[in-house]
């Protein structure tokens, strides 16, 4: 069974870009969390999503948005990017809407330069 | 003051050494996770605990919901387990406040 999948794996952009990621969550979960990772804020919650619904959202700005699609896989968008986005973006993916037990992805190293 | 307080946030310990990681939270919570980070960034979930005490393999994973404390012990430590490890508290149905990291190091 194929794990979470994050692509892509690295990514370069410079100031004012947008930027999107993809999470592919493990066949037959319907529920996809995004987080992102700095080393001054540590692991922070951005949104969730389930049944092609956000439930709840971090406190970022509205230049983070996302969405679930009908197969379940989501994207995550940011906006005029600045310095301080750059981070590890992580997704985790769980089969039903309460985590019992959350799998995560590899993440999406952005640099933001 | 972090909603999750994890200590210590470094810990540097000898092969077959007993290990504590300890995990405060100030918030509600409906349940208690720890994370295993590897260097690269991968994570896995190690424990899910809303009450008592859980055990997978060497590791040991606890809870006081009344002093609103969890700790995570790993039995005769080995290299393979240095790694970050993380408690994350689980505000209703997906959201997670984490705590800082411990960052762990067995040396042989």
């Known amino acids: 069974k194929a794990g979470v999948t994050q692509t892509p794996r690295y990514l370069i952009k410079t100031r004012g870009q947008q930027v999107t990621l993809s999470c592919s969550p493990i066949?037959?979960?319907?529920?996809v969390s995004w987080y992102q990772q700095t080393p001054g804020q540590g692991l922070q919650f951005l949104f969730e999503y389930f049944s092609e619904t956000q439930r709840n959202k971090g406190n970022f700005p509205g230049r983070f948005s996302g969405r679930q699609f009908s197969n379940s896989r989501s994207e995550m968008n940011v906006s005029t990017l600045e310095l301080g986005d750059s981070a590890l973006y992580l997704c985790a993916s769980s089969f039903d809407r309460v985590i019992t037990e959350a799998f995560f992805g590899q993440g999406t190293r952005l640099t933001v330069v | 003051k972090n909603e999750v307080e994890q200590s210590p946030q470094n810990l540097t310990a000898q092969e077959g050494e007993f290990i504590t990681i300890n995990c405060s939270y100030s918030v509600g919570i409906s349940a208690l996770h720890w994370l295993q980070q590897h260097p690269g960034g991968g994570i896995v979930s190690l424990f899910m605990?809303?009450?008592g005490k859980k055990k997978h393999g060497r590791l040991i994973a606890t809870i006081n919901i009344q002093e609103k404390h969890s700790s995570l012990h790993i039995t005769a430590s080995h290299p393979r387990d240095s790694a970050v490890y993380i408690c994350?508290?689980?505000?209703?149905?997906?959201?997670?406040?984490f705590g800082q990291g411990t960052r762990l190091t067995i040396n042989p």
């Open positions: 605990l809303s009450s």
């Open positions: 066949s037959g979960h319907r529920s």
């Open positions: 994350a508290a689980r505000q209703g149905a997906q959201k997670l406040v």
